[in-house]
């Protein structure tokens, strides 16, 4: 742009000033279009003094500053780690770690041989399982024995020497992998309770003598079901430690003694009475009180505070007069219990040959108590005459037999008789079972055979 041309421009902006003036119009922004015209020029404009009524607003033009003092001043020197303070001072400058290059040279170090460690393997201490854990007592209870322990034979002893009967079951559920005790029933007889009391018929008078006791635990996944199917008495909803302590203390109190008493586990106390524990297959219901749950040993009276001077399984007591020929089908709980003789208002009327209420601990611990009273007061017409013989606690189930007098030796030859005479129709069923399979197939190879020859073999490789 010229000098004529931009004195033009201002001449044009003086006169539009002027004009509007009289208009009142402040001359800030007509300043502004002047200001800026010489600044283009890169020459101040000097404008004659005007009148107006309001404050005219100039702009000063000061020299840029210098990049120096727009510049923030640089940080302070941060000061090296302790490690690299030495490395500073021996390396030469071209190698001093500097901010623009973030690199450290640290000189190499010597190839070290590698060291040879020998870890020690660790050894388990050998500690037997819960389940093979050895028992504290004596071993298991035959025929006789139990009927002396009822007060059924004249080898009875004295009333403050009755012995105490405790029938325990559980119950279980799977989590995952493992068997987590849920339920626990106990079941208590007194002997002297029932000390000269008939039975009655299904041991009417004997079962109201009986003692029972259910706790449920709160890990279950059904405990309303389980609480509400106990048919002899109220359940208590625990957790693990407390049914452990419950457990405890109803043994105790099943002994007399207190928990404030220390007990020192003697099988001879001549204060305390001999305890029996009843189960149907014991063994199971012993190991799973170890176990996850409750986690309780009853075959330690450290532990528990009882000593049980032997066992009575229910279980091989229908294991053995099975094979003294009675008609029971199975060795069950339920099964046996009803063949004995148990209270019609206990049988199951839509289920043939079990009872209401089993798989519940307390019912199954009840009638684990029925079904020993009633091979103690029945034994003699069960079995013949043939005496079940006390085994030792590590082979229960090889049970002897004992004739009572040589009169009675006939039963068990006839018992081996019907055995044999079983075994040999077995055999023929098995071996015709087998003819008519090789008969089957044989017919089937040949039916193939007559097929593949009248429509030829398949072509495979094509």
Not at 14 to 37: I, M
Not at 86 to 104: E, F
Request: charged letters at 20%.
């Amino acid at each position: 742009m010229g000098p004529k041309t931009l004195a033009s421009r201002v001449d044009r902006l003086k006169r539009k000033a002027a004009k509007v003036h009289s208009q009142g119009t402040t001359r800030s922004t007509l300043q502004t279009q002047l200001d800026t015209a010489a600044v283009t020029s890169q020459r101040s404009l000097r404008l004659g003094p005007e009148v107006t009524n309001r404050p005219i607003l100039t702009t000063r033009h000061d020299t840029p500053p210098s990049p120096e003092s727009v510049r923030p001043p640089p940080p302070p020197p941060t000061p090296l780690p302790g490690f690299l303070q030495g490395l500073c001072a021996a390396a030469p400058p071209s190698r001093i770690p500097t901010k623009q290059s973030q690199r450290i040279v640290a000189p190499r170090r010597l190839p070290q041989a590698p060291q040879i460690v020998t870890i020690p393997r660790r050894t388990r201490p050998r500690t037997l399982s819960p389940r093979r854990k050895p028992t504290n007592w004596t071993g298991y209870g035959g025929s006789s024995e139990l009927r002396a322990v009822l007060g059924l034979t004249s080898e009875r002893g004295a009333l403050d020497d009755a012995p105490v009967l405790v029938a325990v079951d559980t119950e279980s559920e799977k989590r995952g992998l493992i068997n987590h005790v849920v339920e626990v029933g106990v079941t208590i007889l007194r002997v002297r309770d029932i000390w000269n009391l008939e039975p009655g018929p299904h041991l009417r008078n004997w079962i109201p003598k009986m003692k029972h006791f259910h706790v449920v635990l709160d890990i279950t996944r059904r405990p309303k079901l389980r609480m509400r199917s106990s048919l002899f008495g109220p359940s208590q909803f625990l957790g693990p430690i407390e049914a452990q302590a419950a457990v405890k203390k109803v043994l105790r109190d099943c002994m007399g003694t207190d928990d404030q008493q220390p007990v020192t586990g003697s099988a001879t106390q001549p204060s305390l009475p001999p305890v029996y524990l009843v189960g149907q297959s014991v063994e199971g219901d012993v190991a799973a009180l170890r176990g996850p749950g409750v986690r309780l040993d009853i075959s330690d009276p450290a532990t528990v505070g009882v000593r049980f001077h032997k066992l009575f399984d229910t279980y091989m007591f229908s294991q053995a007069i099975q094979g003294y020929g009675a008609p029971l089908p199975t060795a069950k709980l339920g099964w046996a219990v009803r063949y004995l003789g148990v209270d019609p208002t206990y049988v199951d009327p839509d289920i043939h040959g079990t009872v209401i209420g089993t798989h519940n601990a307390v019912n199954d611990a009840a009638y684990t108590m029925m079904t020993l009273c009633f091979y103690a007061l029945r034994w003699e017409e069960l079995s013949n005459g043939v005496v079940l013989e006390p085994t030792s606690a590590t082979s229960p189930r090889n049970a002897k037999l004992l004739s009572s007098n040589s009169a009675e030796v006939s039963a068990p030859r006839n018992i081996s008789q019907s055995k044999r005479r079983r075994g040999s129709r077995g055999s023929l069923i098995s071996a015709w079972s087998r003819y008519k399979s090789r008969t089957m197939l044989a017919a089937i190879g040949a039916g193939i055979a007559s097929l593949s020859a009248l429509f030829g073999l398949p072509n495979v490789y094509c």
